[in-house]
């Protein structure tokens, strides 16, 4: 099994780079086996179908990179120093973070709403497989594309595709009948140059979705990571609410999917145009 499917333009003509980390579906036999969950419901934290939005990239100019295993198996989001000693045997409980205590670490011990996968715990070498195998080469063959950008266009823009339950904004507090359709996370500024991340808000808002920033989620490990604005390398994290094109309880499309797959095309290709050049440039007005 590979970690990623990597996708590259004919003629590249942006400095964009689309990312999808958790749309990854191929599930090892031995871990189905082995869990307390079935696959529905293990199907619950990925970013089911978001690799299908980005299908119009290559033809943009732009590279697309997606993960292949799943989110409850390894999480690319995660540093790989986070690890969770409820879950891995032999793992100091010195440095646990939040994302590590909630069960959400880069090998996850639970899945959306809290559900356990596994019985007990698992071997640290069995960790450190799974990070050795597709951790790793992930995040090697992104850096790989990061940096070829950065020497082809001069800058680097990483659009890191997420999608979001539709209750995620009032879990966090947010109670609003005009939940944003779109959040984009650029860690407040510290991962992209505000005049980006001010044109990827508006791709979408022409496109009329409601656009929030950096509120429930301002970008995680791979905003972090790869967005380092003062070498012209640039990362925004962007999540997408399920429920505009899929039935969430069933991990299906929904029956607006088509719609919403041909809305994102559009998005795409304009996304695509803000690396344009030798410098990121303004999205044009909507078509």
């Known amino acids: 099994m590979h970690a990623y499917d990597f996708h590259t333009p004919e003629i590249p003509t942006s400095a964009v780079v689309f990312a999808s980390p958790h749309s990854?579906?191929?599930?090892?036999?031995?871990?189905?086996?082995?869990?307390?969950?079935?696959?529905?419901?293990?199907?619950?934290?990925?970013?089911?179908?978001?690799?299908?939005?980005?299908?119009?990239?290559?033809?943009a100019g732009a590279p697309v990179l997606t993960g292949r295993v799943p989110r409850a198996y390894v999480d690319f989001n995660r540093a790989a120093s986070e690890l969770d000693p409820a879950l891995i045997a032999g793992v100091s409980a010195r440095g646990l973070n939040p994302r590590i205590a909630s069960g959400l670490g880069v090998i996850p011990r639970v899945v959306a709403g809290g559900r356990a996968i596994y019985r007990g715990k698992i071997s640290r070498s069995e960790a450190n497989e799974r990070l050795s195998r597709y951790w790793q080469p992930y995040h090697d063959k992104l850096t790989e594309v990061m940096d070829a950008q950065r020497q082809k266009f001069g800058h680097a823009i990483l659009l890191d595709m997420h999608s979001m339950p539709r209750d995620a904004v009032s879990m966090n507090g947010q109670h609003t009948t005009l939940r944003p359709d779109i959040v984009l996370g650029d860690r407040f500024g510290a991962a992209a140059r505000p005049e980006i991340s001010e044109a990827v808000a508006r791709v979408f808002s022409d496109a009329g979705l409601r656009v929030a920033r950096n509120s429930p989620f301002a970008g995680?490990?791979?905003?972090?990571?790869?967005?380092?604005?003062?070498?012209?390398?640039?990362?925004?994290?962007?999540?997408?609410?399920?429920?505009?094109?899929?039935?969430?309880?069933?991990?299906?499309?929904?029956?607006?999917?088509a719609q919403f797959q041909t809305l994102m095309d559009g998005i795409v290709a304009r996304l695509a145009r803000i690396g344009g050049g030798a410098a990121p440039v303004l999205p044009l007005a909507a078509e």
């Open 220 to 257: 995680a490990y791979i905003a972090q990571r790869y967005g380092m604005p003062s070498i012209g390398q640039h990362a925004i994290q962007i999540e997408i609410d399920r429920s505009l094109y899929m039935d969430e309880r069933r991990v299906e499309p929904s029956a607006g999917f």
């Open 24 to 59: 990854g579906r191929d599930y090892p036999a031995e871990f189905l086996a082995n869990a307390m969950l079935d696959r529905r419901t293990l199907r619950s934290s990925e970013d089911a179908f978001v690799d299908f939005f980005l299908r119009q990239a290559p033809s």
